[in-house]
């Protein structure tokens, strides 16, 4: 009997060895780790956006694009030191021409959220594309993204989520048939410039209309 006892507890320590054993290997086997912090780009806005402009006296105001603005579309409307608030559109009518383009639309609206009674300058309102609604604003830009010497283009530059960098530029000037500027042209091109996943401005749609009015 005392045999067996003895023989029991030996097997209990080889056992707990072989138990100790394998813990030990596989604490010899893991490293030690660090501690990487990883740089995150803020969000880029996705999407293709479309601009309006906006008189804050009756939110009313006018788009060119070849995709018509809807009633019910929602505008976050932007000033060169902050996101002002949402306009509801309650009204979009083509302006007439000779081309029957239906490129320039006149809107109507109605606020939905915050205050456009005081605005910084000019205000824009901005389709499609989520902006932060806090950080949100209009910023200078030195040159347009379009590469076209200083002076020819009217631009309206966002920075949309308050990192300092432009996410979006919305770019106007005299063109050609071929959407080309110089003497010749016959129309208008407003041209969208969105920043891509490299942190560069790139173009994203080019609206034209003829000058039938």
Not at 83 to 100: E, F, I, K, Q, Y
Not at 142 to 170: C, I, K
Request: proline share 6%.
């Amino acid at each position: 009997m005392g045999g067996g006892y003895h023989s029991c507890y030996a097997a209990e320590v080889r056992y707990a060895l072989m138990l100790v054993g394998v813990l030990g290997a596989a604490t010899a086997a893991a490293r030690p780790g660090k501690v990487v912090r990883v740089e995150r780009r803020a969000r880029v806005p996705s999407g293709v956006p479309r601009m309006c402009t906006l008189s804050g006296a009756d939110l009313s105001g006018y788009c060119i694009t070849s995709k018509a603005p809807e009633i019910g579309n929602r505008l976050q409307i932007l000033d060169s030191s902050r996101s002002l608030g949402v306009v509801r559109l309650t009204s979009v009518t083509a302006v007439p021409d000779a081309c029957t383009q239906n490129v320039v639309w006149m809107i109507q609206g109605a606020l939905e959220s915050g205050d456009l009674s005081k605005p910084d300058g000019g205000m824009v309102g901005v389709l499609d594309v989520p902006l932060d609604p806090r950080a949100g604003k209009l910023v200078q830009v030195d040159h347009p993204a379009t590469g076209h010497p200083f002076g020819t283009d009217q631009v309206w530059a966002v920075d949309g989520n308050g990192d300092g960098a432009v996410d979006l530029e919305f770019v106007q000037f005299a063109c050609d048939d071929g959407g080309v500027p110089g003497p010749s042209a016959t129309g208008t091109c407003v041209e969208v410039w969105q920043q891509n996943a490299v942190g560069r401005l790139e173009k994203s749609r080019q609206d034209r209309f003829r000058n039938c009015f």
